[in-house]
């Protein structure tokens, strides 16, 4: 079992940044990976980055995100880190923080972000 708690959401304006976090409740090398989805209203629940467990810590970004958000982790805090930069209003969704163990995914509980134009 993993308990993810994500934080960090809310309102902003265009070009704004936010920074949202999750914690997961055991080491996150324990895991295969970890990272963030997020769902519009009446759109597709959409893979916004992820991380690998591994030393180097692989990442991917969905082409939407890609040279505005940032993944990145903090092995002692067992804490996985969504920077957005310059956020648009087509980011605004609910992000959920995901980690998949081997055969298991295991999500947060979501966290509104709304970025006004």
């Known amino acids: 079992q993993v308990q993810l708690v994500e934080s960090g959401g809310g309102l902003v304006q265009a070009g704004g940044s936010l920074r949202l976090s999750c914690v997961a409740s055991?080491?996150?090398?324990?895991?295969?990976?970890m990272g963030w989805y997020r769902q519009a209203p009446g759109k597709q629940r959409e893979l916004v980055a992820s991380i690998t467990n591994t030393m180097t810590g692989n990442t991917n970004y969905a082409d939407s995100v890609k040279g505005r958000f940032t993944i990145s982790r903090d092995n002692a805090k067992n804490t996985v880190y969504l920077q957005m930069n310059n956020l648009k209003p087509e980011d605004t969704a609910v992000y959920s923080c995901?980690?998949?163990?081997?055969?298991?995914?295991?999500w947060g509980q979501g966290t509104q972000v709304t970025v006004s134009s």
């Open positions: 995901y980690a998949r163990a081997v055969p298991l995914n295991y």
């Open positions: 055991r080491s996150i090398f324990s895991l295969n990976a």
